[in-house]
Nanobody, 120 residues
Framework: VQLQASGGGLVQAGGSLSVSCAASGRTLSRHTMGWFRQAPGKVREFVASIRWSGDRSYAEFVTGRFTISRDNAKNTVSLQMNSLKPEDTAVYYC???????????????WGKGTLVTVSS
């Protein structure tokens, strides 16, 4: 299974950005899919996940600003990020696993990550 993330980039504080992830190799329609992020010098942390049923979970620091969605038919998961802050700057990693919400040690598949930079 390969997870290919895309859509990262540079945005000003207060702006919006969307990142997407496409899975290939097998269908992940029954997996929980989601996003983690890792800022320079920090540990990788959970951001959001969505079960195959559509149930969503969010880290407290993004609740109300980020929205996760998935398309089971297309094997994709997306993260819409609004009201971005400089502290949201990180590499965002797509992930899939069998826990909900996704837990770092429960991830079966990781994507390579896409960089999101929020300037102040």
């Amino acid at each position: 299974v390969q997870l290919q993330a895309s859509g990262g980039g540079l945005v000003q504080a207060g702006g919006s950005l969307s990142v997407s992830c496409a899975a290939s190799g097998r269908t992940l329609s029954r997996h929980t899919m989601g996003w983690f992020r890792q800022a320079p010098g920090k540990v990788r942390e959970f951001v959001a996940s969505i079960r195959w049923s559509g149930d969503r979970s969010y880290a407290e620091f993004v609740t109300g600003r980020f929205t996760i969605s998935r398309d089971n038919a297309k094997n994709t998961v997306s993260l819409q990020m609004n009201s971005l802050k400089p502290e949201d700057t990180a590499v965002y990693y797509c992930a899939a696993g069998n826990t909900s919400p996704l837990h770092y040690y429960g991830v079966d598949y990781w994507g390579k990550g896409t960089l999101v930079t929020v300037s102040s």
